[in-house]
């Protein structure tokens, strides 16, 4: 069956949504695509789904995007291209404006129907969905296996959540045979009580199902090749798969769900971003483990040094190659590639991207000498429950702690934002030398 099942594999074409212009993640979204957001200090948004479709033998993979593609470009450039895609692809679709369509994606659906022209022409058996901002680790070949063992024309990969989150879902209702019955997107009120079901028919135990009575779409999909291309083209006003492609499917088509109860995080927000961040640095076991050898995420090789670190206290963190840690004390914080700080300085509970190249000593005296301020962290800062983006230059004695405890304000001409209490201090910024944030 496993020999069978990854030679089938191939009969299957992935398509990632890249998603729209993402405002929740803005600025982190200023100057890239969404899927471009850099995470756990050396990866990016989109190394998730890719490489949870390598580790599945699912080698033809494209991606949908239409804002700010140049940096999600190269990275894909630059990453796959490894020996274990031979006969594979990543590749990138921009949305284009042509003589038959002049509008740019309208939406995830819309952003598929777009390229049905290409998509189209392939031979393949299935078109697997899937979402370019989720952090988590899946065997899509269990997932496509459950849809062609139930003969479903789409099965969703579906997961129980909690009361406080259902209402941020598309939630759904099943029959016996784990068929799909009811799809609402993100009801609230009493159109959502009317969607709780008991989920310990999906193995969960009765505790666990009091906590969780919902099933909520995760927003993958698998589709029968044909099915997908006659809802599109059927539905041609439909701009959504949540709100609208999925729901008249399960009144239509045989819908079917596949269960996922691992770890799955939608990083869609700042604020759950900079807390999935975090969760990585959790003792004793985190959330989510990029340390497993079978299911590796891979990402672009920089082939940067070993980091540097002297006489620092580092506690609960992860530090990425390439950084250089003088003197100073980290808490609960992921460190990007090429980090640099100084002596005296406190991060706590912050992430810091990094940098894109390195300064060395000459440069950065003689930027000093310039009444400049290098990239890193000056000397004396402090930084707590912040976001600091790439190539960021923080001066000597600053103090990144969000003093007023203000949870939004746009301080774009200052360098920085601030989204549910998190600081974020936008690519490229320079905060000068005693600064209070």
């Not at 109860?261 to 990029?290: H, R």
């Not at 004695?397 to 001409?413: P, Q, T, W």
Request: charge should be neutral.
């Amino acid at each position: 069956m496993a020999v069978q099942m990854e030679f089938s594999m191939k009969r299957v074409l992935a398509i990632i949504l890249g998603g729209g212009a993402g405002t929740r993640l803005y600025p982190l979204t200023k100057r890239r695509a969404k899927p471009a957001v850099p995470l756990a200090g050396k990866y990016r948004l989109i190394d998730i789904p890719v490489s949870n479709c390598i580790n599945s033998e699912i080698h033809n993979i494209y991606v949908l995007t239409q804002f700010n593609s140049a940096s999600l470009n190269r990275h894909i450039a630059r990453t796959y291209t490894f020996p274990g895609l031979t006969g594979g692809f990543v590749e990138v679709l921009a949305a284009q404006q042509t003589p038959e369509n002049p509008n740019w994606f309208q939406g995830t659906a819309d952003a598929v129907r777009q390229y049905l022209w290409l998509l189209a022409d392939w031979d393949v058996d299935e078109y697997l969905i899937l979402s370019g901002d989720h952090l988590y680790r899946m065997d899509y070949r269990l997932f496509v296996q459950r849809h062609r063992d139930t003969g479903a024309d789409v099965t969703l990969s579906v997961l129980p959540v909690e009361e406080k989150a259902a209402s941020g879902f598309g939630l759904l209702k099943v029959d016996g045979t784990g068929r799909v019955t009811d799809f609402r997107e993100k009801p609230t009120g009493d159109a959502l009580r009317d969607m709780r079901v008991d989920t310990t028919r999906y193995g969960l135990t009765i505790e666990e199902a009091h906590r969780k009575p919902y099933i909520a779409s995760m927003g993958i999909y698998v589709f029968k090749r044909q099915v997908l291309i006659d809802l599109l083209q059927q539905m041609a006003d439909a701009t959504d798969f949540g709100k609208e492609i999925i729901p008249a499917a399960a009144r239509s088509h045989l819908v079917q769900t596949y269960l996922f109860n691992g770890y799955w995080e939608d990083i869609g927000t700042i604020g759950s971003f900079y807390e999935a961040n975090l969760a990585l640095t959790q003792q004793p076991q985190p959330p989510f483990s990029f340390y497993d050898e079978n299911a590796p995420i891979y990402t672009r090789p920089r082939y940067l040094p070993p980091s540097k670190i002297l006489s620092s206290t580092i506690t609960e963190s992860i530090i990425s190659e390439g950084c250089i840690l003088k003197e100073c004390q980290v808490h609960r914080s992921v460190l990007g590639v090429r980090s640099r700080v100084e002596s005296g300085c406190v991060i706590d509970h912050s992430l810091l991207m990094g940098a894109d190249y390195y300064q060395d000593s000459a440069q950065r005296s003689q930027l000093r000498l310039q009444h400049k301020i290098p990239i890193g962290i000056g000397a004396n800062s402090v930084i707590r429950r912040a976001i600091v983006d790439k190539n960021a230059c923080i001066g000597r004695d600053v103090k990144i702690i969000n003093k007023d405890n203000v949870e939004e304000s746009n301080r774009e001409d200052q360098g920085f934002y601030i989204r549910s209490g998190v600081v974020v201090i936008i690519k490229n910024a320079v905060i000068p030398d005693g600064t209070i944030i």
